[in-house]
Every structure is written in C-alpha cells, then in structure tokens.
C-alpha cells in the first residue's frame, strides 16, 4: 500500500484544517487506516484510526470531539477533520494502514506495516 498524505499547513488557535491520506496497490478490505503525530523532541502517538470494513473508528482522549476521521470508499482516502485546534496539535502527522490489527492494538503504532511521509500542522496562539 502508498500511501499520500497532505493538507498540513499554519492555523490560529480554534481554526480547523482537514488531512486526507489517499492510498493506493491493493484492496482496503480488512486495512485498519491510523493516524499518528509527533511533535518536537516527543514520541510518535497515536490520534484516530478507522476500519476500512465497518467503519469503527477510534480516538486517542486528547483529541476526542475536535478530530473526526472518515473514510471515501470510492477515493481509496482517509480524511481527518481537526476542528478547534490547539498549540498542543501541532506535529507532524502522519498516515499509516495495516491489516488484521484487532481493536485492542489500533494504538499501537509497530501494529501498522504501510506509513507515508508526513504532513506538517502548525498551531499558533
């Protein structure tokens, strides 16, 4: 699977920016679609994650009820709507895609085989 990423950019405090992630050399069916960010001097984490099949999604608690992700079956792209932005988002965001990753380990972030480059969010007060 390629994945590419895109629609980083600089955003004020409380803007929105909306990521998408189109992947593409095989079928989604049974994929787990994540996204993970890392910031400055700290580790990779975990933000959303989507089932291909099923659409069961899943948020790291520091983001719950700002980012939504969904997913475009026809486009083969993951999108993430990240709504009230805080200076904490900013990061390098990054989209991964793995198969059979049970629910348990969606957080995980060696649980994902496939990543693609990163996309920068800037967050300014």
């Known amino acids: 699977v390629q994945l590419q990423a895109s629609g980083g950019g600089l955003v004020q405090t409380g803007g929105s920016l909306r990521l998408s992630c189109a992947a593409s050399?095989?079928?989604?069916?049974?994929?787990?679609m994540g996204w993970f960010r890392q910031a400055p001097g700290k580790e990779r984490e975990f933000v959303a994650a989507?089932?291909?099949?099923?659409?069961?999604?899943s948020y790291a608690d520091s983001v719950k009820g700002r980012f939504t992700i969904s997913r475009d079956n026809a486009k083969s792209t993951v999108w993430m709507q990240m709504n009230s932005l805080k200076a904490d988002d900013t990061a390098v965001y990054y989209c991964?895609?793995?198969?059979?990753?049970?629910?348990?380990?969606?957080?995980?972030?060696?649980?994902?085989?496939?990543w693609g480059q990163g996309t920068q969010v800037t967050v300014s007060s």
């Open positions: 989507i089932r291909w099949s099923g659409g069961t999604t």
């Open positions: 991964a895609a793995g198969g059979g990753i049970i629910l348990s380990n969606q957080r995980n972030q060696y649980a994902y085989t496939y």
């Open positions: 050399g095989r079928t989604l069916n049974g994929v787990t």
